[in-house]
């Protein structure tokens, strides 16, 4: 299987070694002209800012949003969740996909940063939350809360998207990439729209 | 549960920024361009290294005022920067809720035999080196990034490039070496044993690693990121040169399209004058920044 992962700049090196770490073949997306055949996506956690201007070069990000909207199996961390809301607080949408509004560096400066407890699907882990965005409103019946940290929503799904406020892939947990593994296999806990 | 400021947090910060572009600016309207432009993080300084160079005397962190100025302007992480062993001005920094502390050269430094007590603190550091000894003793002082120190204020990039090639060189020394020989090179760099011992384990530097100092076009941050490095620091490139916003665009699409010439060349068209750049024989040895820090 071939995962792209949008390479503007972030972690995607850290995305990328959890998809070699699983057996699939990692793609770093700079250019729409890198974006052939791929079978999964990651937008991963960075500056959003930076990433929307370095967008302006090429505008991939509109090719990326096509792939979305087809259905393809995406992952975002972090500013990639920025990306996908459908509403930002303190920033910019730029390819709305998912039907949250998100605030971003919403616990405050890096000082703030911080590890905490998130359960995600059926485990509970310690992950990274690094200037981190908050899930401050889910508009639609269709985004399922798949995350928590204390009572906070962290991570949600709707149809083909995962996005999460939260580092998985700081951690490569045996839970996150057997979920990841399956993810991208199988688009399981997407495709059922 | 939740704890703040762990190490791996402050890790995780510097991972964020990797490939990306972190801009000096001494104002608001300064630290307005660099986002704009698409900067990963701001340094807010009082004056930019070529000027600090121009005018001499004791360079001291920047006053509270410039820094908070540009900490209420933008969205993105703002660095600041403290002098070598000058942990009260770290102390300063971190109350104000600074994003990354730099423990620079470029400022005259406090303490000519002790860097800061990194691990003390809740902002994650920065530090400055020109081989893997340095790298490794600023790690293991608590360093959460590491950066080269070139020849910052020189808009020369001659001494980058030297850095870079010595701790890559260096570290592929230590990620090739029989388990025997780990003492002995533990001994040559200067280099804490604990940290060489991680670098075998991960086959790399356990930091993240930017160039700085001297970095003046694109070309310059694409040959910075093509020898290795995790991303690009610009003090002076950016605020002397002919354009500025201009300027800091094309720095930032070179440093995400560092392996594709016909973007680099795109990039690098009509982008009016580079700042002054000096050569660096023409430096006194007193004159050289890179000199200091132990």
């Known amino acids: 299987m071939k995962v792209g992962i949008l390479s503007f700049q972030g972690s995607f090196l850290d995305h990328s070694k959890s998809i070699l770490e699983l057996g699939h073949e990692s793609l770093l997306i700079k250019q729409s002209k890198d974006l052939t055949s791929v079978d999964a996506l990651i937008l991963p956690g960075g500056e959003s800012t930076a990433m929307k201007k370095i967008n302006q070069f090429s505008n991939l990000l509109t090719d990326i949003d096509q792939l979305i909207k087809d259905g393809i199996p995406t992952l975002t961390t972090c500013a990639g969740t920025i990306l996908l809301a459908k509403e930002v607080i303190g920033g910019e949408v730029t390819i709305p996909n998912i039907d949250i509004e998100v605030t971003r560096n919403a616990y405050g400066r890096q000082t703030e940063s911080f590890e905490g407890s998130v359960k995600f699907f059926e485990n509970e882990d310690i992950y990274c939350f690094i200037r981190a965005p908050k899930i401050s409103k889910i508009f639609s019946d269709t985004v399922n809360v798949i995350a928590q940290h204390n009572d906070e929503v962290v991570g949600v799904v709707q149809k083909n998207v995962v996005s999460l406020t939260f580092h998985p892939e700081l951690n490569n947990d045996e839970y996150y990439l057997n979920w990841l593994n399956d993810f991208i296999r199988e688009g399981k806990n997407v495709r059922s729209f | ?294």
Request: with cysteine; glycine share 8%.
């Open chain 2, 1 to 294: 549960m939740k704890i703040e400021s762990t190490n791996k947090v402050k890790k995780g910060l510097a991972e964020m920024l990797k490939g990306g572009v972190i801009m000096d600016v001494v104002n608001a309207e300064q630290a307005k361009i660099a986002e704009k432009a698409g900067a990963v993080a701001v340094m807010a300084l009082e004056r930019i290294p070529a000027d600090i160079r121009a005018d001499g005397g004791v360079a001291r962190m920047s006053s509270v005022g410039v820094i908070q100025e540009v900490m209420d302007s933008v969205s993105i992480p703002v660095m600041a920067k403290a002098r070598i062993g000058h942990f009260v001005e770290a102390q300063i920094l971190d109350s104000l809720g600074i994003d990354f502390i730099d423990e620079s050269e470029v400022l005259t430094p406090a303490d000519e035999i002790n860097h800061i007590n990194k691990q003390n603190f809740k902002a994650p550091f920065v530090c400055g080196a020109t081989g893997l000894g340095e790298a490794t003793r600023r790690i293991a002082e608590g360093a959460s990034m590491i950066r080269t120190k070139g020849e910052a204020g020189t808009g020369n990039v001659v001494e980058a490039v030297r850095h870079m090639r010595t701790i890559t060189n260096e570290l592929n020394e230590v990620i090739a070496c029989d388990e025997n020989e780990i003492v002995a090179l533990s001994k040559k760099f200067r280099a804490p044993l604990n940290v060489l011992e991680e670098i075998k384990e991960q086959n790399k530097l356990p930091v993240v690693n930017f160039a700085a100092g001297g970095i003046a076009t694109p070309a310059d941050a694409a040959l910075m990121m093509q020898l290795g490095c995790d991303g690009v620091f610009v003090g002076s490139g950016i605020f002397k040169s002919g354009d500025p916003a201009e300027r800091a665009e094309a720095i930032v699409i070179a440093t995400t399209n560092y392996n594709d010439p016909k973007v680099l060349s795109e990039v690098s068209k009509d982008l009016g004058e580079p700042m002054v750049g000096i050569n660096i024989d023409t430096l006194s040895e007193e004159e050289k920044l890179a000199k200091r820090g132990w």
